[in-house]
């Protein structure tokens, strides 16, 4: 069996996929990051789960660190597969020139959230924004 990224709710049953929306929508994948063979998460749920996908668009593979038997996907690979279609959109948005429109566009409001969001959560983002702030008080 393999799950398409972009229709994988249809494989995976409702309460697991709806589980994971709330795990990605609450912001608990705290490491996404896309290797040669596929994808590796970290997920902050009662503990710190890992979660390998194998594939890009199709997967073919996956593990997660979890101890959940009841089925084939637990709530933390759905939760990554949600991070990863949305990687994957963002990346489709970027190359079109849409992500650049998109924060031109945005009230100051949202662009705080979303950097507060970030700067927890990808390693590197807080000294960024520490250095881009103290160039501007310089």
Request: net charge negative; hydrophobic share 35%.
């Amino acid at each position: 069996m393999s799950i398409h990224v972009d229709t994988f709710e249809d494989d995976i049953h409702r309460v697991v996929t709806e589980l994971g929306k709330n795990y990605f929508d609450e912001g608990k994948i705290i490491m996404l990051k896309q290797t040669s063979d596929g994808w590796t998460a970290t997920v902050e749920g009662s503990e710190t789960y890992h979660v390998l996908l194998e594939g890009h668009d199709a997967i073919t593979t996956w593990q997660c660190t979890c101890p959940f038997e009841h089925g084939p996907v637990c709530k933390h690979i759905a939760a990554v597969l949600y991070a990863v279609r949305d990687n994957i959109k963002a990346n489709r948005a970027s190359s079109g020139g849409d992500i650049d429109r998109w924060i031109e566009d945005a009230d100051i409001e949202t662009l705080r959230r979303i950097l507060k969001i970030e700067v927890r959560r990808k390693d590197g983002a807080m000294s960024a924004v520490y250095h881009e702030m103290n160039k501007s008080e310089e």
